[in-house]
């Protein structure tokens, strides 16, 4: 069964996808107190800022106000990404938490958009969901990098030293 995504159809989930981690990234950021983590959180909202304003700039639905209104609107609530890092800061956990959140979302968001893009005809849409992706694959090994630091374990640039001796 295929779902043919417009390119408006598309250009809008990549924008509530992308304002969600915008958001949790600053969010992971102000409650760090690791400083490299602090700065991996900050980098990503950043990046995922920029990602947004893309998207944004091709959009041509007026659903979304303007593009400075919308950055500005307060997080999803309801979202389970927001919901758990919520959690963690409730109880107390730190960026190690947050990074095992990022983790998966990002894990799950790569998952989702290549399920996605299978079924996108549209050379356009397909391109939007393809640059999605590999940023995203790029977020989740930046921040297994960081995780792997924390948990003090081997970094990956480190693990050809450690393999082979």
Not at 33 to 54: I, M, P, Q, R
Not at 62 to 84: C, I, K
Not at 90 to 116: H, M, N, P, R, W
Request: charged share 30%; glycine share 6%.
């Amino acid at each position: 069964m295929f779902k043919e995504y417009t390119l408006q159809e598309a250009l809008k989930l990549a924008i509530k996808t992308e304002k969600g981690s915008m958001d949790f990234y600053r969010k992971a950021a102000s409650i760090s107190k690791d400083e490299s983590s602090k700065k991996v959180f900050t980098l990503l909202a950043g990046e995922e800022a920029g990602h947004l304003k893309a998207f944004f700039d091709h959009y041509k639905g007026g659903d979304l106000g303007d593009l400075d209104s919308f950055m500005a609107s307060p997080p999803d609530r309801q979202s389970a990404t927001h919901q758990a890092l919520e959690q963690s800061i409730a109880e107390g956990a730190g960026e190690q938490k947050a990074l095992e959140i990022a983790l998966k979302e990002e894990k799950s968001c790569v998952d989702f958009y290549t399920i996605l893009v299978k079924d996108i005809v549209d050379p356009l849409v397909r391109r939007v969901f393809e640059t999605v992706i590999r940023e995203t694959q790029g977020h989740h090994d930046m921040i297994e990098d960081e995780y792997m630091r924390i948990m003090t374990m081997v970094h990956s640039s480190d693990q050809n030293i450690y393999v082979r001796e």
